[in-house]
């Protein structure tokens, strides 16, 4: 494996890209999980105390009457950002709409199930299971052919 820098002026500030050979998916996956476990979010725990936890650890988020909710497998946070404000901080770190309420950590689905209308189940590896609008089925169709 080589490791390649190119100097690009264009891009943002805080933007790394990383290319990978399609062949080489396991190796792009365990590389996510190692650099996304050093990337944190600030949430709200039940104490209403800030604490930081890792975008890996984070399975979905929900929007519910305007306050943002990040699930793990075991805890569920409130967030101190906008739903808006998440899925632009998350939509370059394999994190997905579902519909107009959800984000998904692509990298915790585990199935796909096409359902009638379009529409589409998402099941995550805690055993959740998230709807997927019509509007939105192209998010996961990628994933529907792995």
Same mark, same amino acid.
């Given at each position: 494996?080589?490791i390649?820098?190119?100097?690009?002026?264009?891009?943002?500030?805080?933007?790394?890209?990383?290319?990978?050979?399609?062949?080489?998916?396991?190796?792009? &996956?365990? /590389?996510?999980?190692?650099?996304?476990? +050093? =990337?944190?979010?600030?949430? %709200?725990?039940e104490?209403?105390?800030?604490?930081?936890?890792s975008?890996?650890?984070?399975?979905?988020?929900?929007?519910?009457?305007?306050?943002?909710?990040?699930?793990?497998?075991?805890?569920?946070?409130?967030?101190?950002?906008?739903?808006?404000?998440l899925? &632009?901080? /998350?939509?370059?770190?394999?994190?997905? +709409? =579902?519909?107009?309420?959800? %984000?998904?950590?692509?990298?915790?689905?585990?199935?796909?199930?096409?359902?009638?209308?379009c529409?589409?189940?998402?099941?995550?590896?805690?055993?959740e299971?998230?709807?997927?609008?019509?509007?939105?089925?192209?998010?996961?169709?990628?994933?529907?052919?792995?």
């Amino acid at each position: 494996m080589n490791i390649k820098f190119e100097k690009n002026c264009l891009m943002g500030k805080g933007d790394i890209v990383i290319q990978y050979n399609c062949a080489k998916e396991a190796a792009q &996956k365990a /590389l996510y999980n190692s650099i996304g476990s +050093q =990337i944190s979010i600030s949430v %709200l725990d039940e104490d209403h105390r800030f604490k930081r936890i890792s975008i890996c650890d984070i399975q979905y988020i929900e929007n519910i009457d305007g306050h943002c909710f990040l699930y793990t497998a075991t805890d569920s946070y409130r967030s101190p950002f906008t739903f808006k404000q998440l899925h &632009k901080k /998350l939509k370059d770190v394999n994190f997905i +709409q =579902i519909n107009n309420i959800t %984000l998904v950590n692509e990298e915790n689905i585990d199935s796909v199930k096409i359902l009638p209308e379009c529409k589409r189940l998402v099941t995550i590896k805690s055993g959740e299971r998230l709807l997927v609008s019509r509007s939105f089925k192209d998010s996961v169709k990628h994933l529907i052919s792995k």
